[in-house]
Structures are given as structure tokens and as C-alpha cells.
Nanobody, 113 residues
Framework: QVQLVESGGGLVQAGGSLRLPCAVSGTIFTFYTMGWYRQAPGKQRELVASITSGGSTNYPGSVKDRFTISRDNAKKTVYLQMNSLKPEDTAIYYC???????WGQGTQVTVSS
């Protein structure tokens, strides 16, 4: 079975950094587009960043130039490097195999001011 496990979340002050890994098991991984999403309290889940199997990245929202998505196919892991964090980045962060319903359980990121 497919399993995605996010980690690396926690409490950080504004301006700080976190790196979130998402480890994938139970599937080949290599050919999938992967996405990082987040959901703040009372908000809908939104796409933060995605990366294709070929390494093309997309940052549809306001995180461009602050966040970086990357992947390590050998480790079957996708990463979200978050710099210059702001309180509005506070959310549960999830990874997903795009175009599927395969989600991780999420990891909490809390940014204090």
C-alpha cells in the first residue's frame, strides 16, 4: 500500500526556517508529480508547491522565493524548504502524489510573531 509520511514541522519564530521531508513508500515514486499543500484553521487546503518527475517546479501562491520544493528519488522523498517564515504560513502541511487521493497525515507548522 502507498504511504506518505511528513515530518519536520514544529514551532518557529517569524523569519526562521524549516525543512519538511515527505517519505513515500509502497509505490515506484520516480514518475509521479509530488505536491506540498497546506491547510490553515478555517481555510481550504491549498497547493503550496509541486515538482514533476523531471524536476520542474511550480509555486502558485505567495511562497515563491521563500520556499523551495525538491526531491530525492533514491530516498523516495520530497522536501519543502521554508525560509523567511511568516505567521500566515501557520498551517498543517501535507504532501500528496498529485492526481491521486494519496495524502500524508500532515505535519504542523506554527510560526510565531
Amino acid at each position: 500500500q502507498v504511504q506518505l509520511v511528513e515530518s519536520g514541522g514544529g514551532l518557529v519564530q517569524a523569519g526562521g526556517s524549516l525543512r519538511l521531508p515527505c517519505a513515500v513508500s509502497g509505490t515506484i515514486f520516480t514518475f509521479y508529480t509530488m505536491g506540498w499543500y497546506r491547510q490553515a484553521p478555517g481555510k481550504q487546503r491549498e497547493l503550496v508547491a509541486s515538482i514533476t518527475s523531471g524536476g520542474s517546479t511550480n509555486y502558485p501562491g505567495s511562497v515563491k522565493d521563500r520556499f523551495t520544493i525538491s526531491r530525492d528519488n533514491a530516498k523516495k522523498t520530497v522536501y519543502l524548504q521554508m525560509n523567511s517564515l511568516k505567521p500566515e504560513d501557520t498551517a498543517i502541511y501535507y504532501c500528496r502524489i498529485d492526481r491521486t487521493n494519496n495524502w500524508g497525515q500532515g505535519t504542523q507548522v506554527t510560526v510565531s510573531s
